[in-house]
């Protein structure tokens, strides 16, 4: 009867520390969604000298009443640049020169699969977008509706050439997807002057439709077609760049809504993993060493049991029951082993995470653009996989135990029983 309590209270603590473990999971998600959520737009209301001009809210104006035209040409544009209805996998067209009638434009498509849930990725993306204008030199339009999913902003560039930028930009929220559309104009300074780049984009969010279970990382898909239209209005000739160059130059330098600068990389990495403390999570590096101390305990208080048992039989049952013990602490022993050996993998996996992590953040120092997407993908699926494996071991392990436990208290109910027969 002792053991067999004693069996069933560790089988309690063992299930208690798989619920544990479970709702840590469930707050880590919590938290990053919430400072996901975090309303930012207070960093674009920094009090700044009004440099807005009569004739730049008269083109905020003009381009914001066209936002929800834009809004309403969505499925149409995608359809129209043969984006694949389910797509597999991400990739990317252009930027393609062409002609719409008598006009040049330069279309550029991306597709591109996060490992983000839905609602996650929408509200990191939009942040993203916003943080292109959180930088020194821009001027905010203020009189916009719908200011929480409306931005309106002029930002001066001089790196690595001066050019002016009039951006308008708005999300709309449906059921299953996110839409940002936006409006922008992009004029060259210096010696680019006279050069324009007229721009329309579209970006939708939506759950990937292909994800067959729980298990799946690539959750969600990003769409982006941008359409830009180089103007040269002067009608003299900016040094060696083209219209079609000087849109390049402004798709590479200025615009990529799917990219932001290193430093803002770096940020977003280092306010993901300041979570674990603050939320109690073990150390990464700390996860296989837990799995090995409960083995010990779950050893030792099996140990313990089996003593108990050998005590209470006489002769030939303690013999017995001491082979039964050996064979059953070999097996223990090696499943230790298994784990140890388990431990040192999982330790290879996790330094080259950090070796990951460290090459990413020294990227800060490169002056070129790095994807946001493609950056925490990789380091998100990495860190899922290793999760993942963690979890089905430590669950193995568990199983395991429970099935040793469960043998023994059956071993010791019936040599309690042969002692109880042999007493009658």
């Not at 984009?201 to 898909?221: A, F, I």
Request: aromatic share 6%; hydrophobic share 35%.
């Amino acid at each position: 009867m002792e053991g067999r309590l004693v069996a069933e209270e560790q089988q309690r603590k063992l299930k208690h520390a798989v619920e544990t473990r479970a709702k840590v999971m469930e707050e880590i998600a919590a938290v990053v969604k919430e400072r996901s959520d975090a309303p930012k737009r207070d960093q674009l209301a920094i009090e700044q000298k009004n440099e807005l001009s009569a004739d730049d809210a008269v083109l905020f104006e003009e381009f914001l009443h066209d936002l929800d035209v834009i809004y309403a040409q969505t499925d149409e544009v995608f359809r129209a640049c043969g984006v694949e209805e389910m797509p597999q996998m991400s990739y990317r067209q252009g930027p393609e020169r062409k002609c719409d009638g008598d006009t040049e434009c330069i279309d550029k498509l991306d597709v591109l699969f996060v490992p983000f849930s839905f609602e996650q990725t929408c509200s990191t993306m939009w942040q993203s977008m916003l943080h292109v204008y959180r930088q020194r030199n821009r001027f905010q339009y203020g009189h916009v509706a719908d200011p929480y999913n409306t931005v309106a902003v002029k930002q001066e560039f001089d790196k690595p050439v001066d050019m002016l930028v009039h951006c308008v930009m708005r999300r709309y929220i449906e059921a299953e997807r996110m839409v940002v559309v936006w409006r922008a104009l992009t004029q060259g300074e210096g010696e680019l002057f006279g050069m324009h780049s007229d721009e329309t984009g579209w970006c939708v969010v939506r759950p990937n439709d292909e994800e067959l279970d729980d298990t799946s990382l690539m959750r969600t898909v990003m769409q982006t077609f941008v359409r830009f239209v180089p103007m040269n209005v002067a009608n003299r000739s900016a040094g060696h760049v083209d219209g079609f160059q000087f849109t390049k130059l402004v798709n590479n330098v200025i615009w990529s809504f799917t990219y932001v600068d290193e430093a803002f990389l770096a940020g977003l990495l280092d306010d993901y993993e300041s979570l674990e403390p603050s939320i109690g999570l073990p150390h990464e590096d700390s996860a296989p060493d837990l799995i090995l101390t409960d083995s010990d305990e779950l050893l030792a208080e099996t140990d313990a049991l089996l003593a108990s048992v050998a005590r209470s039989e006489s002769g030939a049952q303690k013999t017995k029951a001491a082979k039964r013990r050996l064979k059953y602490e070999t097996k223990i022993k090696n499943e230790r082993k298994t784990l140890q050996e388990e431990e040192k993998a999982l330790l290879e996996q996790l330094q080259e995470m950090q070796r990951t992590r460290k090459k990413v953040k020294s990227l800060g120092d490169k002056s070129s653009a790095v994807p946001l997407w493609k950056a925490i993908a990789t380091r998100q699926m990495e860190g899922r996989v290793v999760a993942q494996e963690q979890q089905k071991r430590l669950k193995r392990a568990i199983e395991n135990r429970v099935k040793v436990i469960e043998e023994m208290h059956e071993m010791a109910r019936k040599s309690s029983d042969e002692s109880a027969g042999n007493e009658l």
